[in-house]
């Protein structure tokens, strides 16, 4: 069964830095947009970064620009966010999410109620 598995989340002080991996089972990468997203308490998911496998074409919410980087590694099948400065207001539920109906990076972002399949997602907790 084709499914994507996040880890990596945890506990961080203000200021710090976390790496969340996202891996295909049963599946590869190629062809596919990938995307993490983030749910905080009582807000709505939205899109943090989506990487498109084919071109390389990346988008950042404005929210995290200059502080989380997205990246793949091929031979693990896996994209990583290497998140960086992080901030309380980073907190939340982060899920990865991976299609291959043809959205670009950006309108898969910035429609998460567009994805069908998600991981079971890990916790980032940034303390102040």
């Known amino acids: 069964q084709e499914h994507v598995v996040e880890s990596g989340g945890g506990l961080v002080q203000a200021g710090g830095s976390l790496i969340l991996a996202c891996t295909a089972s049963?599946?590869?990468?190629?062809?596919?947009?990938v995307g993490w997203f983030r749910q905080a308490p009582g807000k709505e998911r939205e899109g943090v970064s989506c990487?498109?496998?084919?071109?390389?074409?990346?988008y950042y919410a404005d929210s995290v620009k200059g502080r989380f980087s997205i990246s793949r590694d091929i031979a693990k099948n896996t994209v990583f966010l290497q998140m960086n400065s992080l901030k309380p207001e980073d907190t939340a539920v982060y899920y990865c999410?991976?299609?291959?109906?043809?959205?670009?990076?950006?309108?898969?972002?910035?429609?998460?109620?567009?994805?069908?399949?998600w991981g079971q997602g890990t916790q980032v907790t940034v303390s102040s």
């Open positions: 049963g599946f590869t990468f190629d062809h596919y947009i």
């Open positions: 999410a991976a299609d291959g109906r043809g959205f670009s990076a950006k309108d898969l972002c910035t429609e998460p109620e567009s994805v069908d399949s």
């Open positions: 990487f498109d496998i084919n071109d390389y074409n990346t």
